[in-house]
């Protein structure tokens, strides 16, 4: 059986074993095809927008 890493997604906070790492945090795959597909309009941009803020405000620090 075959044990894999799991990351805790920062956008949805679930445990994830598939998606992308940004600087140190992790973003699973759904959140970053949903992001992907979000334009400046949607009602869920806000939503992304300050979550990513929370990494960037990290790599900054
Ligand atoms: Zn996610």
């Known amino acids: 059986m075959e044990t894999r890493e799991t990351k805790t997604c920062i956008v949805c906070g679930q445990s ?3 998606g992308i790492t ?3 945090e992790f973003i699973c795959l759904s959140c970053e095809s949903e992001m992907v597909r979000t334009d400046a309009g949607d009602e869920k941009y ?3 927008v300050r979550q990513l803020r929370q990494l960037w405000v990290k790599f900054h620090a």
């Open 16 to 18: 994830k074993e598939v």
């Open 22 to 24: 940004v600087v140190t």
């Open 46 to 48: 806000p939503f992304f």
